[in-house]
């Protein structure tokens, strides 16, 4: 889908975009203006994207982009319609065009035009707390509560029959129908999506959204990143345990159950059905697939196929850990 809630300051011609990176061999580019940077599997003919690495070769080999960031060792990859723009460093080349799509996306300092909710239109059909408040662009549904002290900030879009407890955070964020997110949760926040160089640290813009799907329920003290240029999102009936950590552009399936302190590194995909221990950690760019059940205090360092029981340190299939540990 395309991000409802950041500005795109494109088009921009690309050679434009190439000067600001310090790549100098634009003569091998046409004068074409390109309206937005996508990832590689939402570009179209209009986009620039970025192909790092080879766990991407498959979406690379169909990419649809007219430009893509990329180095030379990958470049053969792309199809013939996609010009690769050759960088020594792919990522900072890529963070320095996407905030100059969106600058406003790096910052996430405190929503300054939020209203207490008593002097808004939600007074009236939201039932509410003590000191709750109001950011711009935010729709309610019908039935729908919010605890006290919580802060649904600018950009926010939540369905009907939700339930939001005390001391939330919500930004950049669609919660579709009857989603139950409870007390202390920060929701849509920028993600730990940053690259050293030259002793800075330089930070990727968060254009992506969270998104919830029906009936979920997310445990107190959960943080849930928004994504870089994909969107963060949880199935329908996902149940989140207390203190769990989704990172930056993780897809979670339908009817998972992920129990306390989990967290996953950014960029994993999750099947349907799938549960998960307490304290495990799954590590990113990573594949679990549908009805895998994964022990808790699990390390998960590589893909996990389709209905497999994995425990340990890395995981390891449980008849084998078991065995090992006796």
């Not at 990832?39 to 209009?46: C, F, P, V």
């Not at 192909?51 to 990859?77: D, G, M, V």
């Not at 002793?199 to 943080?223: A, F, L, M, Q, W």
Request: glycine content about 10%; proline content about 3%; some cysteine.
């Amino acid at each position: 889908m395309n991000n409802p809630f950041f500005i795109n300051n494109g088009p921009f011609e690309i050679n434009n975009l190439l000067k600001l990176s310090d790549i100098n061999n634009m003569d091998t580019f046409l004068k074409k203006n390109v309206s937005d940077i996508k990832d590689l599997l939402n570009a179209n003919e209009n986009h620039l994207t970025f192909f790092h690495s080879k766990n991407y070769e498959s979406l690379a080999s169909k990419t649809k982009a007219a430009f893509c960031i990329t180095k030379k060792n990958l470049a053969h990859i792309l199809p013939k319609t996609c010009l690769p723009i050759i960088t020594d460093n792919i990522l900072i080349t890529t963070a320095k065009i996407t905030k100059t799509f969106y600058p406003d996306a790096t910052s996430d300092d405190f929503d300054k035009n939020v209203s207490i909710i008593n002097e808004t239109f939600f007074k009236d059909k939201v039932n509410f707390g003590k000191n709750v408040l109001i950011g711009k662009n935010v729709t309610i549904g019908k039935d729908c509560l919010i605890g006290h002290n919580s802060i649904i900030e600018s950009n926010v879009i939540i369905g009907d029959n939700c339930s939001i407890g005390s001391n939330v955070i919500i930004r950049n964020t669609i919660l579709k129908n009857g989603i139950n997110i409870l007390d202390g949760c920060v929701i849509g926040k920028k993600g730990f999506g940053f690259f050293p160089h030259h002793n800075k640290n330089i930070r990727y813009p968060h254009i992506g959204i969270v998104i919830i799907e029906d009936n979920c329920e997310i445990g107190c003290g959960s943080t849930i990143d928004r994504g870089s240029l994909s969107n963060t999102i949880i199935g329908k009936n996902t149940y989140l345990d207390n203190q769990v950590h989704i990172a930056h552009n993780n897809k979670i399936g339908n009817n998972c159950i992920i129990a306390g302190q989990v967290g996953l590194a950014g960029s994993s995909t999750l099947g349907s059905n799938v549960m998960i221990g307490g304290q495990a950690g799954i590590s990113g760019h990573l594949k679990i697939g549908s009805n895998v059940q994964i022990g808790g205090g699990t390390g998960v360092l590589k893909d996990i196929p389709d209905n497999s029981k994995v425990m340990g340190y890395p995981a390891k299939d449980l008849k084998k850990f078991i065995k090992d540990s006796k």
